[in-house]
């Protein structure tokens, strides 16, 4: 599937909706899959969805979408709005393979899509400047994988990655445009918080 990932694209407009998602484990490989779907002008919610269940694939570095693609897109599913965009708390081509839930994602619903990870999984990277916006390259073998991108001034930065259908100077823009207040974009954070409340309701 990698050959049909589209590494570039502009961010649809007019941008009317952003979704996060998120997966948050429990004992026994219980799963809760949530996802937010946001208005992408006021941040204000416009949609939800979940699925309860288990992984579907055991626990396997670099191989997480197979433990989550079910229970995700199956909450896509069950939105009544289908977004602009999707955010993945994840990797796109920064993985391996070029291949993380980002891209899996992304090819598998046709929408554009981008990976923001709080971590860095692969790649090497200088420190960027201390200010919002500040930017530098992270590579692997020689080739541009994504960027590690700071969204507020003196915080850690977040791993900005292309999933499919958006370049990675669009990817770059929105997780900047969602992060008015905190380090992570207000899609991650809500989609993390509603994944743990519905798993610690199971």
Do not use: N, Q
Not at 39 to 56: F, H, I, K, M
Not at 122 to 133: A, F, K, N
Not at 137 to 161: A, C, F, I, K
């Amino acid at each position: 599937m990698r050959p049909l990932v589209v590494r570039e694209g502009e961010l649809p407009a007019p941008l009317r909706t952003v979704a996060g998602l998120d997966v948050s484990y429990g004992p026994d490989d219980r799963l809760a899959a949530a996802v937010v779907v946001l208005d992408a002008d006021t941040l204000a919610p416009v949609d939800r969805a979940t699925r309860v269940g288990r992984a579907a694939f055991g626990y396997v570095p670099g191989l997480f979408a197979f433990r989550e693609l079910p229970a995700l897109l199956g909450a896509l599913a069950d939105l009544r709005t289908t977004p602009d965009v999707l955010l993945c708390d994840g990797y796109g081509l920064a993985h391996p393979r070029r291949f993380g839930l980002a891209c899996h994602l992304g090819v598998l619903t046709g929408l554009p899509t981008i990976g923001i990870a709080k971590t860095p999984f692969v790649g090497r990277y200088e420190e960027p400047g201390r200010r919002r916006g500040d930017w530098a390259p992270l590579t692997d073998g020689g080739e541009v994988v994504g960027r590690v991108l700071r969204t507020r001034d003196g915080v850690r930065p977040v791993y900005v990655s292309v999933g499919h259908r958006l370049g990675l100077d669009a990817a770059c823009a929105l997780a900047l445009r969602l992060t008015p207040a905190y380090r992570l974009p207000e899609t991650t954070r809500r989609a993390d918080r509603l994944s743990r409340d519905v798993l610690a309701g199971v």
